[in-house]
């Protein structure tokens, strides 16, 4: 029982959004401590793609909690690994993955949002990535006992050097510019039409300098807010770049980052803004309220209100330069002391050895 806990992390669907980069991050770091470590993903999808080689991948396609195939080859992949704990994460995977009570391995399902327990409460254990989720889970019937909560960690980014910063602004027209970006999936939840209202708002140039919106990345809605920048007359202001694997050298060219978001349970992103030194602003959504101490480490703006975004946008942007450092700094030394690899990965070690040692849990 000495020996290091295993631990075998499924993850459905192909792309890549905040909680599927998470993922990877949490497995690769385990890897690299030379943690037993082991993942399900879908052949051929961007997840398993971008797993470390060093780490064995089994392989399915997760199609629903109908997919019988799936189960038979995830349960496969369990007899032939033998971990201690079953990881799942999101819906999918966790409806899929229905594992024995009273025997190992536990099914510990994380949990990045306030989602219908339904597909959920079949696990043994649960992970609420906030303090919030945390308390949603209990208060929602799970028992206290089996119920965590452990943050996300950022990744440690190095500086990306001048020249290639000035070589991707040059490529995107954005040479001599104030750089608002967004970035993450298009998705609804995000608050991307708000983003563009904001903008639409914002003067097309401050201090002599042409004005930019910056948007990184794609999804469902990409066709119809392209469609809306024209509506709004700023179409020629607005870069897309479409999905990048790498987000930090477009953190670290941004004067500014714009986190939009209705509904954002934690908000890596946040997270990677603070760890690559990039101002914020932000919506008063779950997460960032959470995270976020408004003037300190970014400077917070209300839910849905494009004309307020817009007014905390232009105030970080003509914020003195070092106010703007006082809060990347601040933000800087949040991941220090709360959100670092080391601690977060350590958490989930000690954990995954506590369940193992509560192999009946759940009975």
């Given at each position: 029982m000495n020996a290091r806990p295993k631990s075998l992390h499924v993850i459905g669907g192909k792309g890549s959004g905040g909680a599927e980069r998470f993922a990877v991050r949490l497995i690769d770091a385990l890897a690299r401590r030379g943690e037993p470590v082991a993942a399900v993903t879908v052949a051929g999808g961007e997840i398993a793609r971008m797993i470390v080689p060093a780490v064995r991948q089994y392989h399915a396609p997760m199609l629903g909690s109908w997919d019988r195939w799936s189960r038979w080859k995830i349960n496969r992949a369990i007899r032939d690994f033998r971990p201690d704990v079953v990881q799942t994460y999101m819906g999918r995977a966790t409806r899929i993955v229905h594992l024995p009570r009273g025997r190992p391995p536990v099914h510990l399902a994380r949990l990045g949002g306030f989602y219908d327990l339904k597909g959920y409460r079949h696990a043994h254990a649960w992970i609420g990535n906030t303090h919030g989720i945390r308390?949603?889970?209990?208060?929602?019937?799970?028992?206290?006992?089996?119920?965590?909560?452990?943050?996300?960690?950022?990744?440690?980014?190095?500086?990306?050097?001048?020249?290639?910063?000035?070589?991707?602004?040059?490529?995107?027209?954005?040479?001599?510019?104030?750089?608002?970006?967004?970035?993450?999936?298009?998705?609804?939840?995000?608050?991307?039409?708000?983003?563009?209202?904001?903008?639409?708002?914002?003067?097309?140039?401050?201090?002599?300098?042409?004005?930019?919106?910056?948007?990184?990345?794609?999804?469902?809605?990409?066709?119809?807010?392209?469609?809306?920048?024209?509506?709004?007359?700023?179409?020629a202001r607005v870069r897309w770049t479409g999905w990048q694997q790498d987000p930090a050298p477009w953190y670290q060219l941004a004067d500014v980052f714009v986190c939009a978001s209705v509904?954002?349970?934690?908000?890596?992103?946040?997270?990677?803004?603070?760890?690559?030194?990039?101002?914020?602003?932000?919506?008063?959504?779950?997460?960032?309220?959470?995270?976020?101490?408004?003037?300190?480490?970014?400077?917070?703006?209300?839910?849905?209100?494009?004309?307020?975004?817009?007014?905390?946008?232009?105030?970080?942007?003509?914020?003195?330069?070092?106010?703007?450092?006082?809060?990347?700094?601040?933000?800087?030394?949040?991941?220090?002391?709360?959100?670092?690899?080391?601690?977060?990965?350590?958490?989930?070690?000690?954990?995954?050895?506590?369940?193992?040692?509560?192999?009946?849990?759940?009975?």
């Open positions: 308390d949603y889970l209990v208060e929602n019937g799970l028992p206290p006992d089996r119920v965590f909560h452990l943050g996300n960690f950022a990744d440690a980014p190095d500086r990306v050097p001048a020249v290639r910063l000035a070589a991707l602004r040059a490529e995107h027209g954005l040479t001599d510019c104030h750089v608002v970006l967004g970035l993450g999936r298009l998705h609804p939840n995000k608050g991307w039409a708000d983003l563009l209202r904001a903008f639409a708002r914002l003067p097309e140039s401050l201090d002599g300098r042409p004005l930019r919106l910056l948007m990184v990345g794609d999804g469902p809605l990409r066709v119809e807010l392209e469609q809306l920048a024209s509506a709004l007359g700023i179409a509904h954002e349970p934690l908000g890596n992103v946040i997270l990677e803004a603070w760890a690559n030194r990039a101002p914020i602003v932000s919506t008063r959504a779950q997460g960032p309220l959470e995270l976020m101490r408004d003037g300190e480490t970014g400077l917070l703006a209300p839910i849905g209100d494009p004309a307020g975004m817009a007014a905390a946008i232009r105030r970080m942007l003509e914020s003195d330069a070092a106010a703007r450092a006082r809060m990347t700094e601040a933000g800087a030394a949040e991941i220090e002391r709360h959100y670092t690899e080391q601690a977060i990965v350590s958490a989930y070690v000690d954990l995954y050895a506590a369940l193992r040692g509560q192999d009946r849990i759940g009975c």
